[in-house]
């Protein structure tokens, strides 16, 4: 069974660029989760997505967006980069329609300068 | 609101003692807990979770207990060895949403 997985584990910015962050589901998963974890801090929950759709999303700015894919892979797009968005992307997948149990990928550091 | 806090933010114990982390939430529409594991330079890994119908769950050397009167979660971890030292995080479903709410996490470190 493949775990999630993300790619680049990091990556370096300067303010006002574009990213885009990739994240594979575990086999079998059809629900992603995005999170955002800066440093010393819990996770916080960006926005999930299930069937290729946004299934619900915290609190962060529309320039936070995403896709799930038919493959229920997603990426993660932040537009017009700030300095605080430095942190631990986290990408994690659950089984179907569910935001119970999730399990999480390696993470991708992203430094904006 | 929704929160989920920590009672102490680091841990010391010895090797081979016991530990218990604890937690407490504020959200009573809180049905599933989850605690995690956070290794440096890596992302949560699941541990043990727990329903709300429950108030105890065994695994291998973890224990979750849940206390709903006051809204309190613990994590007992059995013969700490070098390789329990990480982050720990409590989580919480609250029913109806799809997201999991973290706390801050508390930082186990095994003493040898």
């Known amino acids: 069974e493949t775990g999630v997985t993300q790619s680049p584990t990091h990556l370096i910015k300067t303010r006002g660029q574009q990213v885009t962050l990739r994240c594979s589901s575990q086999?079998?998963?059809?629900?992603v989760s995005w999170y955002q974890q800066a440093l010393g801090q819990g996770p916080q929950f960006i926005f999930q997505y299930y069937r290729e759709e946004e299934n619900g999303r915290g609190n962060f700015p529309p320039r936070f967006s995403g896709l799930q894919f038919p493959n229920y892979s997603s990426e993660l797009n932040v537009n017009a980069l700030e300095l605080d968005d430095s942190a631990l992307y986290l990408c994690?997948?659950?089984?179907?329609?569910?935001?119970?149990?999730?399990?999480f990928g390696p993470g991708t550091r992203l430094l904006v300068l | 609101g929704e929160s989920v806090g920590l009672h102490l933010p680091t841990l010391s114990v010895q090797e081979g003692d016991n530990s218990i982390i604890n937690c407490a939430y504020s959200?009573?529409?809180?049905?599933?807990f989850i605690w995690y594991k956070q290794e440096s330079g890596k992302g949560p890994q699941f541990i043990i979770d727990?329903?709300?119908?429950?108030d105890k769950r065994q695994g291998q050397r973890v224990t979750v207990l849940l206390n709903k009167t006051v809204k309190h979660l613990s994590l007992q971890i059995a013969a700490t060895q070098p390789g329990d030292s990480a982050v720990y995080f409590c989580a919480e479903n609250i029913r109806g949403a799809q997201k999991l709410v973290f706390g801050q996490g508390t930082r186990l470190t095994i003493n040898p």
């Open positions: 086999s079998g998963h059809n629900t």
């Open positions: 994690a997948s659950s089984s179907p329609g569910g935001s119970e149990t999730q399990y």
């Open positions: 727990i329903r709300s119908n429950m």
């Open positions: 959200n009573s529409a809180s049905d599933y």
